[in-house]
């Protein structure tokens, strides 16, 4: 049972890395020119896709999107609300690595490193703790729009790696 479970998580981790490298094959700078014609071409993408899982509305037919097989593969690689303070940066640097940290949201990832500030290295912290706390407290106290929206965006990313998160398959 135990080496069925082990293989099944060395296939579902051989998809990801095999999606994660072509997603980042095809990869390519992006200009403001380039991001129109690529929101073009994933309205395009897009809708072929609702097309196709119309026609066929097998379970076998679902494809994830390249962010969610990103959010995966840094949700495996990360749990966010057990951070090791001594992985913060790795963390920031893979979210950026995979696209997935927008500039505003890079802003907003300051609280995250503000709050590791006197804890020691083996110490853990709640990313998503701190961010929806901040969220609470920014809509509350009505900061400025673009204070919201940083701090929402990172949010939503959060929430994302936390349900991407693998679960620990119990044994009976």
């Known amino acids: ?25 095809h990869q390519h700078a992006s200009t403001a020119a380039n991001a129109d014609t690529d929101a073009v071409k994933v309205d395009a993408v ?25 959010v995966s593969a840094v949700a495996s690689e990360f749990n966010i609300q057990a951070l090791p303070v001594n992985e913060v940066g790795g963390f920031q640097a893979r979210l950026q690595q995979y696209g997935l940290l927008s500039d505003q949201a890079l802003n907003a990832l300051a609280l995250v490193n503000t709050a590791r500030e006197g804890l020691a ?27 919201r ?24």
Do not use: C, W
């Open 1 to 25: 049972m135990a080496s069925a479970v082990a293989s099944n998580q060395q296939q579902e981790a051989a998809m990801l890395l095999s999606a994660l490298s072509n997603y980042l094959q």
């Open 46 to 70: 897009g809708s072929t896709d609702t097309k196709a899982t119309e026609d066929n509305a097998s379970p076998a037919a679902y494809v994830p999107s390249d962010r969610a097989v990103l």
């Open 121 to 147: 290295e083996d110490d853990t912290i709640d990313a998503l703790g701190i961010i929806d706390q901040a969220k609470t407290k920014f809509d509350e106290l009505g900061a400025s729009y673009s204070q």
């Open 149 to 172: 929206k940083q701090v929402s965006q990172l949010h939503t990313l959060f929430s994302n790696l936390a349900s991407a998160r693998p679960v620990a398959k119990m044994v009976s």
